[in-house]
């Protein structure tokens, strides 16, 4: 094996191309090849305090409360998370903003000096070189997001302080399996014996609950350990020792939101012992979280909502969120997805929603293809649809026929959010 004696590659684009074509599989789940190349490279541990994040829905919104939290309280967080919408540099954060190119394109050059020919994911690739990154800058917490279920998944390698599960529901079946149970033994993977965990719904799966059990883990349950209450203009939480009230509410908007910073919250009340954080932090940081299209309202006389709702929980949090902001007129719906997604769960969860489809795929190898997709949502008779050959005329018919007091929802994987988030 010939190392290079300079960088491969000299630009960030020029990496990345070649990463997705290194690989003979996208998606390779298992941790060998990184764990032996994470190795060689001998990276610092990327936090002092190590929170990883995994479940189903909500996971990038949990990275952004604690993110923004644990900013205002004064620490200096690093934080990966997945996918971009974008900018790849989204996907590695230090003190909230995105690392430059530069310092990417050398964790690159890192990673591709030490994997010493073996072959890596184009996820993988990335998620070692934010480890270097993030290592390197020792910063006090590293917020890592799990990519795709989580004992097999390549941020796994980390052994982290906290292990924070959202929720589970049918996703990745392929890979996870096909039931809650499967599904919920896999993203129990991300648990660490002895050491805390936050899990921010009230009815996980009995796998889930049995893993913590067996490691001994320190567990915090929605609705046992840990609640909420909507309290006029703004919330109130209770934990094991702490209550808060007059919390505002998140500024990431969506009913389902204040699910997702009560588990941050309690995440941060177990490792309290190590991070100071007050309510006015608190208070500061659910006001300043942001995370891109997550219901992300870009204002105009029609305006359009990003949302990356991919799956039928997603797709209810959604309808739910736009059930609490009407509008005068229809919701107008600009949809794409992936081939392995539950499109006719999706769509019916957005059923009493949506006034109009608008179907095609996102220029992608996985899409799944715009006439199917359109046939399938025809289907469901829950309104009119029309498909389309390209996104981009997708939405151009939608915004020609909407009228006053309407709105577009732009919604389906992130990469038609990110295909169509530019246009608008």
């Not at 990184?34 to 929170?51: D, E, F, K, N, S």
């Not at 906290?162 to 599904?183: C, F, K, M, P, Q």
């Not at 991919?310 to 797709?315: E, F, G, I, K, L």
């Given at each position: 094996?010939?190392?290079p004696t300079g960088p491969r590659f000299r630009s960030l684009g020029q990496w990345l191309d070649w990463?997705?074509?290194?690989?003979?599989?996208?998606?390779?789940?298992?941790?060998?090849?990184?764990?032996?190349?994470?190795?060689?490279?001998?990276?610092?541990?990327?936090?002092?305090?190590?929170?990883?994040?995994?479940?189903?829905?909500?996971?990038?919104?949990?990275?952004?409360?604690?993110?923004?939290?644990?900013?205002?309280?004064?620490?200096?967080?690093?934080?990966?998370?997945?996918?971009?919408?974008?900018?790849?540099?989204?996907?590695?954060?230090?003190?909230g903003q995105p690392v430059e190119d530069e310092r990417i394109c050398q964790a690159f050059d890192r990673?591709?000096?030490?994997?010493?020919?073996?072959?890596?994911?184009?996820?993988?690739?990335?998620?070692?070189?934010?480890?270097?990154?993030?290592?390197?800058?020792?910063?006090?917490?590293?917020?890592?997001?799990?990519?795709?279920?989580?004992?097999?998944?390549?941020?796994?390698?980390?052994?982290?302080?906290?292990?924070?599960?959202?929720?589970?529901?049918?996703?990745?079946?392929?890979?996870?399996?096909?039931?809650?149970?499967?599904?919920?033994?896999?993203?129990?993977?991300?648990?660490?014996?002895?050491?805390?965990?936050?899990?921010?719904?009230?009815?996980?799966?009995?796998?889930?609950?049995?893993?913590?059990?067996?490691?001994?883990?320190?567990?915090?349950?929605?609705?046992?350990?840990?609640?909420?209450?909507?309290?006029?203009?703004?919330?109130?939480?209770?934990?094991?020792?702490?209550?808060?009230?007059?919390?505002?509410?998140?500024?990431?908007?969506?009913?389902?939101?204040?699910?997702?910073?009560?588990?941050?919250?309690?995440?941060?009340?177990?490792?309290?012992?190590?991070?100071?954080?007050?309510?006015?932090?608190?208070?500061?940081?659910?006001?300043?979280?942001?995370?891109?299209?997550?219901?992300?309202?870009?204002?105009?006389?029609?305006?359009?909502?990003?949302?990356?709702?991919?799956?039928?929980?997603?797709?209810?949090?959604?309808?739910?969120?736009?059930?609490?902001?009407?509008?005068?007129?229809?919701?107008?719906?600009?949809?794409?997805?992936?081939?392995?997604?539950?499109?006719?769960?999706?769509?019916?969860?957005?059923?009493?929603?949506?006034?109009?489809?608008?179907?095609?795929?996102?220029?992608?190898?996985?899409a799944l293809p715009g006439d199917q997709a359109a046939a399938e949502v025809r289907r469901l008779a829950?309104?009119?649809?029309?498909?389309?050959?390209?996104?981009?005329?997708?939405?151009?018919?939608?915004?020609?026929?909407?009228?006053?007091?309407?709105?577009?929802?732009?919604?389906?994987?992130?990469?038609?959010?990110?295909?169509?988030?530019?246009?608008?």
């Open positions: 094996m010939t190392v990463q997705a074509q290194l690989h003979p599989r996208a998606i390779d789940l298992g941790l060998e090849r990184v764990r032996a190349v994470h190795a060689r490279m001998a990276c610092a541990r990327p936090g002092r305090v190590v929170i990883t994040v995994g479940g189903t829905n909500g996971k990038g919104s949990c990275v952004a409360h604690l993110e923004a939290i644990l900013e205002a309280a004064g620490y200096r967080t690093g934080a990966y998370s997945s996918p971009h919408l974008y900018r790849y540099n989204e996907r590695i954060r230090l003190a990673v591709d000096r030490a994997r010493e020919g073996s072959t890596l994911t184009y996820f993988e690739f990335g998620t070692l070189a934010a480890l270097d990154i993030l290592g390197e800058a020792q910063c006090d917490v590293a917020l890592l997001e799990v990519g795709l279920g989580g004992r097999l998944d390549a941020v796994n390698i980390e052994d982290a302080d906290l292990a924070l599960i959202t929720n589970v529901a049918l996703e990745h079946t392929a890979w996870l399996g096909r039931d809650r149970e499967s599904i919920g033994s896999e993203k129990a993977g991300i648990l660490r014996a002895g050491a805390a965990a936050v899990v921010g719904e009230p009815e996980p799966p009995r796998s889930l609950l049995g893993r913590a059990a067996e490691l001994g883990c320190d567990l915090a349950l929605a609705g046992r350990d840990f609640h909420y209450a909507v309290q006029g203009e703004g919330w109130t939480w209770q934990g094991r020792s702490r209550r808060l009230s007059g919390l505002p509410v998140p500024a990431l908007p969506g009913r389902h939101q204040l699910d997702n910073a009560a588990a941050a919250i309690m995440a941060l009340e177990l490792l309290e012992r190590r991070l100071d954080v007050s309510a006015r932090a608190l208070a500061a940081g659910l006001m300043r979280a942001r995370a891109p299209g997550r219901f992300e309202v870009r204002p105009g006389s029609v305006p359009v909502i990003l949302d990356v709702a991919h799956n039928p929980a997603a797709a209810a949090a959604l309808a739910q969120a736009l059930a609490e902001r009407p509008c005068g007129g229809r919701t107008l719906a600009v949809l794409g997805v992936l081939a392995d997604k539950d499109l006719p769960g999706m769509a019916r969860a957005l059923a009493g929603q949506v006034g109009a489809w608008y179907v095609s795929a996102p220029a992608v190898e996985r829950i309104g009119p649809v029309q498909g389309f050959e390209r996104l981009e005329g997708a939405l151009a018919a939608a915004r020609m026929q909407a009228r006053a007091g309407d709105r577009i929802l732009v919604l389906g994987s992130f990469m038609t959010v990110a295909q169509l988030g530019g246009l608008v």
